[in-house]
């Protein structure tokens, strides 16, 4: 893990290239080439002491987290491979994956952007365009699939895009950019 100005981010390389000069005056017009042979440590949701629950929201033994800077961090590192959604980080030589429990998905829209495009921010602050044909409602809750990924709305998304959508004829209909859309019902 890296961090630079109190802000946590992830260093992708392997190979790290330091400028001569930022080592030693004496080394100018060289560079220094430093491969780090990375070891990867995977803890299956089983060992995991932490989940998220069916609104988004991350929890253990003690109860749900309540630090924003915690939760978020958590949200920022939120992955997915063939085996599911994990959390990942870097210190040093190790990457760290920790695949944790969740209930139907670990992806959520956290808030939506209004303007041309109707833009959703998921958890891990990835953004994404809103894709009307793809909602879905199930169990009064409202749903995106986007490719392979399940995405729910989390209650202050579902709020922010709620004056999109009606209720007639036993139908629920979303209105964007002066288009009607359906919305399925599971």
């Known amino acids: 893990m890296l961090v630079v100005n109190g802000e946590y981010g992830f260093i992708d ?29 995977v803890i299956p949701k089983e060992n995991a002491v932490f989940w998220m629950d069916g609104r988004g929201r991350w929890h253990n033994e003690h109860g749900e987290f309540e630090h924003v800077k915690i939760i978020n961090y958590f949200h920022s590192a939120i992955r997915k491979d063939e085996h599911g959604f994990y959390l990942t980080q870097e210190r040093d030589d190790i990457i760290e994956k920790v695949y944790f429990p969740y209930e139907e998905t670990a ?53 922010k895009i709620s004056d999109l959508i009606k209720f007639e004829n036993n139908q629920y209909t979303i209105h964007v950019n002066d288009k009607i859309y359906k919305i399925r019902q599971l």
């Open 13 to 41: 390389r392997q190979t790290i290239k330091l400028s001569a000069v930022a080592v030693s005056r004496q080394l100018a017009k060289r560079t220094i080439d430093m491969t780090y042979t990375t070891r990867e440590v």
């Open 107 to 159: 992806l959520f829209v956290f808030d939506v952007l209004k303007g041309d495009d109707i833009i959703l921010v998921l958890n891990t602050q990835k953004q994404i365009n809103l894709k009307p044909k793809n909602l879905s409602i199930k169990d009064d809750q409202l749903y995106m699939n986007d490719r392979k990924d399940l995405i729910k709305f989390s209650e202050r998304g579902l709020l």
